[in-house]
């Protein structure tokens, strides 16, 4: 079976409290493959295409100004199901109840803003992830 790829992004939350190397190694000691890796400053538009498909929901506009809010850091990590594997790792959206043990049930909790900031993302879906890295990696 040929291995995956998914769309990794460290929010500006997680770069903000210096999270990064966390976030990488948990990553590499589950035993992926980081095949590239950029930090960015994302502009409305990158991030419109993005999250294309919470537009018109009530937190859309506070993610995509959330997002905006500082650099990111986007990586694409390879490996049988990694899909799967790195939602795993991430945990529940919700980061109040995602599981001790994962990202975001460590390393964030409820700040009372309107969007929930959670640290990282990963693609849903191979048809996601194809799409994501495209918007990431150009060219790549
Ligand atoms: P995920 O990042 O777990 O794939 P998602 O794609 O449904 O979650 O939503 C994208 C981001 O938007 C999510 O990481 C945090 C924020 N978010 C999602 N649902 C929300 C809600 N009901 N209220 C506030 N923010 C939300
Ligand atoms: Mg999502």
Redesign the pocket.
């Known amino acids: 079976m040929s291995s995956e790829k998914t769309l990794i992004l460290v929010k500006p939350d997680g770069v903000r409290r210096g999270l990064v190397g966390e976030v990488i190694s948990r990553i590499e000691d589950k035993g992926y493959h980081i095949t590239a890796l950029r930090m960015l400053q994302a502009d409305r538009e990158l991030l419109q295409q993005h999250?294309a498909?919470?537009e018109g929901k009530?937190?859309y506009e506070?993610?995509i100004e959330f997002m905006e809010s500082g650099p990111i850091v986007a990586l694409v990590a390879e490996g049988n199901r990694v899909i799967e594997g790195f939602r795993a790792l991430?945990g529940?959206?919700d980061p109040t109840s995602a599981a001790p043990g994962t990202i975001r049930g460590d390393l964030a909790r409820d700040q009372g803003t309107?969007?929930?900031q959670?640290i990282v993302?990963?693609s849903?879906s191979p048809e996601s992830a194809a799409r994501e890295i495209a918007i990431f990696f150009k060219g790549n």
């Open positions: 999250y498909e919470h009530v937190f506070p993610l991430a529940t959206t309107k969007v929930v959670n993302h990963g849903d």
